[in-house]
């Protein structure tokens, strides 16, 4: 008897979840979480010549950073939100299309009053 194999495509589709306290990680999120602490831990060992205090706060901020952009940019956003946000920064307005002159103008086939409803719209 052959062994039943099903295919599905259902592999693509996962992105897989890290769990990282409360939040929950879809995808390559973790490795900005982890790309910030190597750095931070780089910083710490660079920075000998700082006092503690200043040496902590200064390795800190990698880590912040990531945190953040994971917070702000990634846990619970669609797929394309980070590419719209920052495109609505460099650009001006998201998906303004000329909606301000096309207010302005009449619409080609707006009914004018005083040609009648018979005419159809012709002069």
Known sequence: MA???TR???GPD????VRFGRWE???E?????VGGAVCAVLIFILAVSLPFPARVSVTALPLLAAAAWVKFFLVGRPPHFTGD?????VVGRHFDL???LRARKPHPRATDAS???DSGGRT
């Open 3 to 5: 062994t039943r194999c």
């Open 8 to 10: 599905t495509h259902s």
């Open 14 to 17: 996962s992105k897989g979840v």
């Open 25 to 27: 990680l879809e995808g």
């Open 29 to 33: 999120a973790y490795l900005f979480i």
């Open 85 to 89: 946000f920052l495109e609505g920064l």
């Open 98 to 100: 000329g909606s301000a």
């Open 115 to 117: 040609r009648g409803p």
